[in-house]
């Protein structure tokens, strides 16, 4: 093992672009309603939003283009669309495979994502048997405990606390994550994290993370000291 990487006990996946293909239903739901004032959903908008609630995401957008609708608006005009699309969501490449793996070595792992309960519920509903596997699962925008949304650490912090005891120390806890924004949340709250990009990420943005792979099919679970594949 070479001495980039650390031994770590515990695991913490994002959910939406990592473990389930739901990024582009957001940047049509996005688009959408950009082109109904003559505007156009761009990569830089959608690399501010990643990462953030719904809420959060929303606020910056209405922001940065000006547009004459509220969140709520957004909301609204945006949760039809979501409830027929993300029961259609599909697992990522090497997603099943490395949870299955992870739990059958009896690995702690956490969902920490941004996703709102509601539609956390729609995105899993045909991978229950995959979801399930989590020891804990956490929902940012309705957690009470939680005030702050990634890049800030505090989700990742909290959620540490949440694991069956011994609560494990954040150097020993490794993040997946897909956006920017939950990579700098996961080093600043002292983990390290493997950023699986979108493949239009820079690389200086990639450079951020511990590792940046293309793919969780490239996963290599022994650089951090977890059981390999077989």
């Known amino acids: 093992m070479t001495e980039k990487y650390f031994p770590v006990t515990h695991v913490i996946f994002d959910m939406d672009g990592l473990l389930l293909d739901t990024e582009v239903m957001h940047e049509e739901a996005m688009d959408r309603i950009l082109r109904r004032y003559g ?26 283009y000006d547009l004459p609708i509220t969140v709520e608006e957004m ?3 945006t949760s039809s669309f979501y409830e027929q699309r993300f029961p259609c969501s599909k697992l990522m490449p090497g997603a099943e495979r490395l949870l299955r793996h992870l ?3 009896k690995i ?11 539609n956390y519920k729609l995105k899993t509903k045909h991978h229950q048997n995959i979801f399930q596997m989590f020891d804990v699962r956490m929902c940012i925008p309705d957690d009470a405990e939680v005030k702050t949304t990634k890049p800030e650490p505090e989700c990742f912090l909290v959620c540490v606390k ?3 005891k011994p609560t494990p120390a954040p150097e020993q806890v ?6 920017l924004n939950g990579v700098m949340a996961a080093l600043r709250a002292g983990m390290q994290v493997v950023m ?11 450079s951020y993370a511990t590792v940046a792979l293309p793919s969780l099919e490239d996963f290599q679970p022994e650089l951090f000291s977890l059981p390999a594949f077989d």
């Open 108 to 118: 702690p792992m956490a969902l920490c994502t941004g996703t709102k309960e509601k």
């Open 103 to 105: 739990n059958f070595h």
């Open 174 to 179: 490794l993040v997946f994550e897909d956006s």
């Open 75 to 77: 909301m609204k005009e």
């Open 162 to 164: 949440r694991f069956p």
């Open 196 to 206: 699986i990009p979108d493949r239009r990420m820079d690389q200086l943005h990639r």
């Open 39 to 64: 505007k156009r959903y761009t990569w830089e908008m959608k690399l501010k939003q990643m990462g953030r609630s719904q809420e959060d995401a929303y606020k910056i957008m209405i922001k940065e």
